[in-house]
């Protein structure tokens, strides 16, 4: 279980870095050349437009993806999960047409808050995702597994033969 944990807030932390990460660290470079301006305000002027719906349409892929790579224990868990995981995709949607090409004040300070909600709600979905997945063990423990079994097998035959 600890693995999975950690696993999951490995492959969540590269997400969020991977798709923000890089703004943010745009908008401290900016904020350290102007002194008016702090790394908060420039990452926030960046996505003013709704610009993170994007990056969440791009993150539900990959969460869609994290689903597919790690089956769920069951297969109705699965489709909920899926069609749970559809919700933010259309609601972004429906948000990004709101203001199709992102031009700053377009969208409301509501609706930007609720795309920032769904970027998060979408990394809690593919963090369950991880962590509701079956263990698959490698090759060195599946092998270890393997030789204890026999070596089990080989006593209890050892032991009746006395």
Do not use: C
């Not at 279980?1 to 492959?11: H, P, T």
């Not at 409301?108 to 991880?130: K, N, R, S, V």
């Amino acid at each position: 279980m600890i693995k999975k944990l950690k696993d999951g807030f490995a492959e969540i932390a590269l997400s969020v870095a991977g798709s923000i990460g890089a703004v943010w660290l745009i908008s401290a470079l900016l904020a350290a050349n102007d002194n008016a301006l702090k790394t908060g305000a420039a990452f926030g002027r960046y996505f003013e437009g709704g610009q993170v719906g994007l990056t969440i349409l791009a993150v539900s892929g990959a969460a869609f993806g994290a689903l597919l790579r790690h089956p769920q224990k069951d297969k109705l868990g699965s489709v909920v999960m899926g069609l749970i995981l559809l919700i933010p995709i259309i609601a972004t949607s429906v948000i990004i047409g709101f203001n199709p090409g992102f031009v700053e004040g377009g969208l409301t300070a509501t609706l930007l808050t609720a795309l920032w909600g769904l970027y998060a709600f979408i990394h809690l979905l593919w963090f369950i995702f991880i962590v509701r997945s079956p263990t698959v063990p490698n090759a060195q423990e599946a092998g270890a597994e393997q030789e204890d079994r026999v070596s089990s097998i080989k006593q209890r035959a050892a032991n009746r033969a006395q």
